[in-house]
């Protein structure tokens, strides 16, 4: 099974619509991101968590919220999705804990399209 | 703000060459470097981090060398194979936050 799991893999949702992404992982590690991919602009950070309490926004936090509701479990939602939130979105763990804590392992990652 | 970029955004090559993909960074105090891969429709898969005290990591028949002073990385594939095929990212994180910053990536094909 999957260290780092996403759902939905693929979703098709229409402008203004309230949508969520969820990420799960097993890993037992701490800290937990979001990023979307678009073409051509390689990955960039959504909002990212150092535990259940901490949540902080990154890049382009404009649009998102995350929800942290257990140590294993980082929520992605779009209050009001609009097309050019259309992309790729990837969840991602590390562990502070660990020598190498700042290395990150991803999730399969969801399609998402906002028509 | 932390711009890194990868050169050349495509590559392809014959099977069996040796090959370097580039990556460079605009601000050098960063924590480490993590080179990735992607297939298509899947998630990216950790290659190798170095950290910003290291100069290179070795995994198998890839190596990534790093120069800081400069802001520039390296990742080598020696002996190139079709399943090598994929695209290649670098992410550098920023000194004491844990921001990460990826480049756009290099696709490479390795042709049979």
């Known amino acids: 099974d999957a260290d780092v799991t996403q759902t939905p893999r693929n979703r098709i949702t229409k402008t203004g619509k309230r949508i969520m992404l969820e990420c799960s992982q097993t890993k037992g590690h701490d800290r937990m991101y979001w990023y979307r991919q678009d073409p051509g602009l390689g990955l960039r950070l959504i909002y990212y968590s150092f535990d259940v309490k901490d949540i902080n926004k990154g890049e382009i936090s404009d649009g998102y919220s995350v929800s942290r509701q257990a140590q294993a479990k980082f929520s992605l939602s779009l209050e009001s999705a609009i097309p050019n939130q259309t992309a790729l979105y990837f969840c991602a763990t590390s562990d502070s804990r660990l020598s190498s804590y700042n290395e990150q392992f991803f999730g399969p990652g969801t399609r998402l399209t906002v028509l | 703000k932390q711009e890194v970029t990868q050169i050349p955004a495509a590559l392809s090559v014959p099977e069996g060459e040796n090959l370097v993909l580039n990556c460079s960074f605009t601000d050098s105090a960063i924590y480490n470097l993590q080179w990735f891969r992607q297939d298509p429709g899947k998630g990216l898969t950790s290659l190798l981090l170095?950290?910003?005290?290291?100069r290179e990591q070795t995994s198998g028949r890839l190596n990534a060398s790093l120069d800081k002073s400069s802001g520039r990385s390296t990742l080598y594939i020696a002996a190139s194979q079709p399943g090598d095929s994929a695209t290649y990212l670098c992410a550098v994180r920023e000194d004491n936050f844990n921001k990460f910053y990826f480049g756009s990536g290099t696709k490479l094909n390795v042709k049979p």
């Open positions: 170095i950290q910003s005290s290291q």
